[in-house]
């Protein structure tokens, strides 16, 4: 892990260094080039209205985003006054900030000059290329100008998009999209107020600076004020006003971006769910009002013990959560602990006729990781170990583990009753899928013995082969059964025969944990798969094995629309498409499984009605 992360360091430290270099040589040389005396005083006013502007930026709901408007100013005396004079104010505003901002690394001035000096440069040429020079704005040239401001905003996002793709874990598409979402509204603001600099420049240059400035001034004041409302609103919204602790809605925003944080760096991550032990039996006991004075107690607890620790959050009812990023299962479990003992020896009125004779809690704590499919299932793991925690008599913190919380309460003969019966519903529609799914549960079983998988992952994935395709019973039968080629739409109704399957198995909480293998089992390695496109890792490694299985029974056997495909060129499919659709690990371990067991492929599945 340390000598990826030293790689990764590596490059984008090449990368700073590529642009610096090449930012630095243009400015240069462009200087050089366009050299010719420049009126100073005139200069230094517009040094002083970008040091002004930068003072007073646009403040951007809903993240704050700060929108300085010294674009524009670079903008309206690159088109009035030429290359020259801009290049003259980038540098000394540039000199400026960096004896200014001494706790800013010399590097970060180096690089945000020369991405300045590529921006401007670049919409000069462009400029310049249209024919144009620089001067008045009219009519006629309007497009020129427009051009070379696209020009100039896309440099920017190609550049600062590249230095995200390569210290990020997402793909340059979804950084671009992300900071067009964030930026799109102030590239329009400046390019605008660019625009109305010129043609205020054109009459007067002083006086239409001025005007300018006074503008940006209100302008600032004026989103300022607008953000703290919007701040102040966001966050009434955000907390529970009871507890003053954040509410379930907004814990689960932060559990999404610590989660995909989480990814990004490989910094664990845990979550503890607590729950007050017989808090209906106070309330019965002293009324509501005294039970929502306990409540506001303890999410005051929550709140002095938290400092930098966790995020506290209620849950709902008398259930809290904890969001504690940077910490393992076993630091979040002993935070927790120290949590329950200071909270038994908290006195609160009336706790007294509680079974411990104190204020107490269950709570279980999860820590994520890579297989697990979204937040969803974080916080259902985290439920069944606070649940856990109940049966051993409450009061008491429990990690989960699979081996022994799960399995005590999840896989039993009525659950696979139920997925019988909701199986059979096949029979009457559509008998290859009833016997495919048939087929995927025996492979699953024998694959999940290979990798010597702990109880609740093989119960997972053995019980989640048999309902994968559920959500086929949402399909046509005239489609399902179809012989001949499915036409584009009938292809694209096939498709979402996994959201469907989400859908219905979702409606059962006791089969959650098996809504990944339901929803994703026609996704690919290679991230060219549906309904996400998700790839590598991002894809649970239950998930990846039941890809392997579903193809390599699809390919031999029988179906309405493909070709059967003997065992060896089945097992010739998977080792060809190891790495692209497949996980190549796993690939070997399941051929394995086929070249072991050939009675796995004769066996016939037997109909029982």
Not at 401 to 409: F, R
Not at 522 to 537: A, N, Q
Request: with cysteine.
């Amino acid at each position: 892990m340390k000598g990826i992360f030293q790689k990764l360091t590596n490059v984008v430290s090449v990368y700073l260094a590529l642009v610096s270099i090449a930012g630095s040589s243009l400015f240069l040389t462009q200087y050089l080039l366009t050299f010719h005396s420049i009126n100073w005083s005139l200069a230094f006013t517009f040094v002083a209205a970008i040091l002004l502007l930068n003072h007073y930026t646009i403040l951007l709901p809903p993240s704050g985003n700060s929108l300085s408007m010294d674009s524009a100013i670079y903008l309206a005396v690159l088109f009035v006054f030429g290359l020259h004079m801009t290049l003259s104010l980038l540098l000394v505003t540039s000199i400026i900030y960096a004896l200014y901002n001494k706790n800013v690394v010399w590097w970060k001035h180096l690089f945000n000059f020369s991405i300045y000096s590529i921006m401007i440069i670049g919409a000069y040429e462009v400029f310049m290329l249209s024919g144009e020079l620089s001067g008045m704005l009219t009519f006629f040239n309007v497009a020129s100008y427009m051009f070379s401001l696209v020009v100039y905003f896309s440099l920017n996002v190609l550049l600062i998009g590249v230095f995200f793709l390569l210290s990020a874990s997402e793909n340059l598409y979804q950084i671009v999209q992300g900071m067009l979402k964030e930026t799109i509204s102030s590239y329009f603001i400046t390019l605008g107020l660019s625009l109305i600099l010129v043609l205020l420049m054109q009459q007067q240059v002083i006086l239409g600076m001025l005007l300018f400035l006074s503008v940006a001034v209100v302008l600032s004041v004026s989103f300022k004020q607008y953000f703290e409302l919007y701040q102040e609103v966001s966050q009434k919204a955000d907390i529970d006003h009871l507890t003053e602790l954040y509410n379930h809605g907004y814990f689960k925003s932060l559990l999404e971006n610590e989660i995909k944080t989480a990814k990004a760096t490989g910094q664990p991550l845990s979550i503890g769910l607590i729950d007050l032990d017989d808090f209906k039996k106070y309330n019965d006991q002293h009324g509501h009002l005294q039970g929502d004075r306990l409540l506001k107690h303890f999410g005051a607890e929550l709140k002095r013990n938290a400092k930098d620790v966790f995020t506290a959050a209620r849950y709902g009812g008398e259930e809290f959560a904890l969001l504690m990023p940077g910490k393992t299962e076993r630091e979040a479990y002993h935070i927790i602990n120290h949590l329950r003992k200071e909270v038994n020896d908290h006195y609160f009125e009336g706790v007294e006729v509680l079974p411990h004779g104190c204020l107490s809690f269950s709570a279980g704590v999860i820590q994520y990781n890579r297989d697990m499919y979204d937040s969803s299932e974080v916080l259902e793991k985290a439920d069944q170990a606070m649940y856990f925690s109940k049966t051993k008599g409450k009061n008491n913190v429990c990690i989960y583990d699979a081996n022994h919380v799960l399995s005590k309460t999840f896989y039993n003969h009525k659950e696979m009753e139920l997925l019988e019966q909701q199986l059979k519903i096949f029979l009457s529609k559509d008998v290859y899928t009833y016997k495919h799914s048939k087929r995927v549960h025996e492979y699953a079983i024998e694959f999940s013995n290979r990798l010597n998988l702990n109880a609740n992952d093989q119960k997972t994935l053995v019980m989640g082969a048999l309902i994968h395709d559920i959500g086929k019973l949402e399909i046509p039968r005239e489609i399902i059964n179809k012989k001949g080629k499915l036409t584009k739409d009938e292809w694209e109704m096939v498709q979402k025969h996994v959201t469907w399957g989400r859908e219905i198995v979702s409606t059962n909480r006791q089969l959650h944990d098996l809504l990944p293998l339901v929803e994703l089992h026609h996704e690919r390695f290679d991230g060219k798969g549906y309904p996400y496109g998700l790839s590598g890792e991002e894809l649970p490694k239950l998930v990846r094995m039941l890809t392997i299985i579903d193809s390599f029974d699809a390919m031999t056997t029988e179906r309405p629309y493909q070709k059967t495909k003997s065992i060896s060129e089945a097992i010739d499919e998977l080792e060809k498409c190891a790495g692209t659709q497949f996980d190549p690990d796993l690939v070997r371990e399941f051929i394995k499984v086929i070249n072991e067991n050939p009675a796995l492929n004769e066996n016939p599945i037997q109909i029982t009605i």
